[in-house]
């Protein structure tokens, strides 16, 4: 019954900035692991970023370390990512989803243990 919904999506040259937000309306995320997905036509979906349950340990995929940020807000109701420095390979639609609610490495659980993905939203690098 419930999705997420994000935003923040849009068309930028190479390097530039967008700040992407995940919301699960009516729910604190706090407690649960957040993952940041991107699917791009013609490739699997890949997680692109994770943060853990409790602890908020972030992990980053390696083409995205020191790039790209992700963070919970002060009202724990929202979970962004920050994308600087943007390059054509990381144009794709981009989803979120919550992991279970434990406190463990966000990277220990498989794509398939997220639920109530979101629709995404486009991310467009492009001169």
Do not use: H
């Amino acid at each position: 019954q419930r999705q997420f919904v994000e935003s923040g999506g849009g068309s930028v040259q190479p390097g530039g900035s967008l700040r992407l937000a995940c919301t699960l309306p009516g729910v604190t995320l706090d407690a649960y692991a957040i993952g940041w997905f991107r699917q791009t036509p013609g490739k699997e979906r890949e997680r692109v970023s994770c943060i853990s349950s409790r602890d908020d340990t972030a992990y980053y995929q390696d083409s995205v370390k020191g790039r790209f940020t992700i963070s919970r807000t002060d009202a724990k109701d929202t979970v962004n990512l920050l994308m600087n420095n943007l390059n054509a390979e990381d144009t794709g639609v981009y989803s979120c989803a919550a992991g279970p609610n434990i406190q463990v490495a966000c990277v220990m659980f498989s794509e398939y243990e997220y639920q109530y993905w979101g629709l995404g939203t486009q991310v467009t690098v492009s001169p």
